[in-house]
């Protein structure tokens, strides 16, 4: 079984489950999830974690996302982009100053009232679902954080612009907004998620390579693996006596550890086995001299190192 993460680069047309699918034929395991959805129609980075790695998918959903996104003013449709249903064409009057303007006006905290034709939830029911059945449900704006929102290029009606935000962020709504701003209307032309965390799409490799890469018997190469997610955590390595408690998922005591060092109270770090097997993360308990589990992902004596 594959242990780590895999950046995929998804194309055009498949959804995110798609992906996930076509990778549990291509690798012949079923553990595999996906770590934040792209609409069908976008391309670009999606973090794939693999087996035991999948305890990282709510970790990676959470991180920080970067876009570049193909705004057109002047028209809305029902599903917020180029896919949906036509409600209104509009002239632009706008200027270039105008656009700059709205678009700085979003950056930080603002409230977005999520699109129909989305996965959000109300009342047990997806959106998409109901749009589907031609229902409109009433939706309660949620607070979204642009750190950043950049153009960087502008031929009207058509605005191509950069965004860095964070989890749950609709940047089909986000162009929806800044048209009403204008006055004009606008929806998604195109989108490319370029960044999640530190997967970048310059690393990101499309299906066909990685199946290439599982005949070829090197995927393993390709994978991050699950420590490396950790980077800011300091390194903690257990005595060869302490292995099976430590596999077992028990507290860590100072008395377990190889070398001596100072910690601080609350203090976050990555405990490995003696024989460098990464087994989890583990947080500090000054007053007690030891290491509470906070997430495992090698225990009951599992053999296999991380991809």
């Not at 129609?41 to 973090?47: E, K, N, S, Y």
């Not at 009207?156 to 209307?185: A, E, F, Q």
């Not at 430590?246 to 001596?260: F, K, R």
């Amino acid at each position: 079984m594959y242990n780590g993460i895999i950046n995929v680069r998804k194309e055009a047309g498949f959804t995110s489950h798609d992906v996930v699918a076509k990778l549990r034929g291509i690798l012949g395991q079923k553990k595999i999830g996906h770590t934040g959805t792209l609409d069908p129609d976008a391309i670009g980075v999606l973090p794939v974690c693999l087996g035991k790695a999948t305890k990282l998918c709510d970790l990676l959903t959470d991180q920080k996302k970067e876009y570049e996104c193909r705004m057109v003013l002047g028209v809305t449709t029902d599903t917020e982009d180029r896919s949906g249903k036509i409600l209104s064409v509009r002239d632009v009057r706008c200027t270039g100053e105008d656009v700059f303007r709205a678009a700085e006006g979003f950056r930080g905290p603002y409230l977005q009232v999520p699109p129909m034709y989305s996965a959000r939830k109300v009342n047990g029911k997806k959106l998409y679902e109901l749009a589907r059945e031609g229902k409109e449900a009433e939706r309660k704006p949620k607070e979204v954080f642009l750190d950043s929102i950049q153009i960087l290029s502008m031929e009207l009606p058509y605005v191509t612009m950069c965004v860095r935000c964070g989890k749950g962020t609709y940047i089909r709504s986000l162009c929806r907004d800044i048209g009403d701003v204008l006055g004009c209307g606008a929806c998604m032309d195109s989108l490319v998620r370029t960044k999640v965390g530190q997967f970048t799409i310059k690393a990101a490799r499309p299906l066909r390579e990685i199946e290439e890469l599982v005949r070829a018997g090197t995927l393993r190469d390709a994978l991050v693996p699950i420590d490396a997610m950790f980077p800011d955590y300091r390194s903690v390595t257990v005595k060869e006596s302490f292995s099976i408690p430590l596999h077992n998922g028990n507290p860590v005591p100072d008395s377990a550890l190889e070398g001596q060092e100072e910690w601080k109270d609350g203090e976050s770090v990555r405990i490995y086995d003696s024989r460098g097997m990464f087994v989890g993360i583990f947080r500090r308990a000054e007053a007690e001299k030891k290491f509470d589990p906070v997430k495992l992902f090698f225990v009951q004596q599992d053999e296999k190192r991380v991809g």
